[in-house]
């Protein structure tokens, strides 16, 4: 949530008008536009909201081609191992409810592959797709089974996993439905899928706006909150038995550096004693369902 990104060369930047990417309606009206501060960007992208269904997307939107700009020094990419902190963060913040090893595993945006190194560790066969340079640190380097592109592209088997997790993907994809829909066929019945993704209808939001941190246009070309996310896992077959409001997303702390930034004031808070100072007010906002980043748990119920 705090990786350093590099100003993007905009002018290679295509976009394209897209229809609703839950409902597939053309009809829109426009909530705001924002830049991205992270990145020090001058480009302003529109964040729209369908009038069908009330789904917020990016629009006009760049298109696949071009998205492959704002991932060529993404965090998650980097090549290392996981730290003790991490291990810690893992166990408690992203561990399967009612889900245990031995079993297959799937992680989807797996990056470097520090969190399914983590989950092998605990026991499960596990399975990583993504694109980008993390996928050979993850491959060569952590021995793990880890495949390269969009995960319809490799046609597992139906009912190949146990458990499929997407940590902060969904709102980078294209087509989230294709991606679900993919996710029920090669989950077995009875499997448990795991989506975390931010939170529009949040505390931050409504206070920060354009300036919130998680906002990070346009690699979020959709914008979820507890709602959408909740309806685009029911319509692809799933039934959602748990949902949490994170209690750790350094949203607000990193809205408030949004904010200094775009002011042109050289002051970095978002560092770890702050990180730490703001704790408790995140761990308030997830107690009054307001947290910027939220975890639905939903299972593929045997027919």
Excluded at 68 to 92: Q, S, T, W
Excluded at 156 to 181: A, G, K, N, Q, Y
Excluded at 280 to 291: G, N, R, V
Aim: proline residues 5%; glycine residues 6%.
């Amino acid at each position: 949530m705090d990786h350093l990104l590099t100003p993007v060369r905009e002018d290679l930047v295509e976009t394209v008008l897209v229809s609703c990417r839950i409902c597939g309606s053309s009809q829109y009206h426009l909530l705001f536009s924002a830049d991205n501060i992270r990145r020090k960007a001058k480009r302003f992208f529109n964040v729209v909201q369908c009038k069908d269904c009330g789904f917020k997307y990016i629009n006009p939107s760049p298109t696949e081609e071009s998205l492959k700009y704002y991932y060529e020094d993404y965090m998650a990419h980097v090549p290392e191992r996981i730290n003790g902190l991490e291990k810690i963060y893992y166990r408690f913040f992203r561990n399967t409810r009612n889900a245990r090893p031995p079993g297959r595993f799937l992680d989807i945006g797996c990056g470097n592959g520090k969190y399914l190194d983590f989950m092998r560790s605990l026991g499960w066969e596990t399975v990583g797709v993504d694109a980008g340079p993390g996928c050979e640190f993850a491959r060569q380097v952590l021995n793990l089974e880890v495949y390269d592109g969009n995960l319809w592209e490799h046609r597992f088997p139906d009912s190949s996993f146990d458990v499929i997790t997407l940590w902060f993907v969904l709102e980078h994809i294209w087509d989230p439905m294709r991606l679900l829909s993919e996710c029920y066929r090669i989950l077995k019945p009875g499997g448990q899928i795991i989506i975390s993704t931010l939170n529009t209808n949040s505390f931050e939001t409504k206070v920060f706006k354009r300036y919130w941190w998680h906002l990070l246009v346009p690699e979020h070309l959709c914008q979820f909150d507890e709602s959408s996310l909740q309806s685009v896992i029911q319509k692809t077959g799933f039934r959602i038995f748990y949902l949490r409001h994170e209690p750790i997303c350094c949203g607000i702390l990193g809205s408030l550096q949004n904010l200094l930034s775009s002011k042109k004031i050289p002051l970095n808070i978002n560092i770890t004693f702050f990180r730490i100072l703001f704790i408790p007010i995140d761990f308030l906002c997830a107690l009054l369902k307001s947290s910027g980043l939220i975890t639905a748990y939903a299972e593929k119920t045997p027919s």
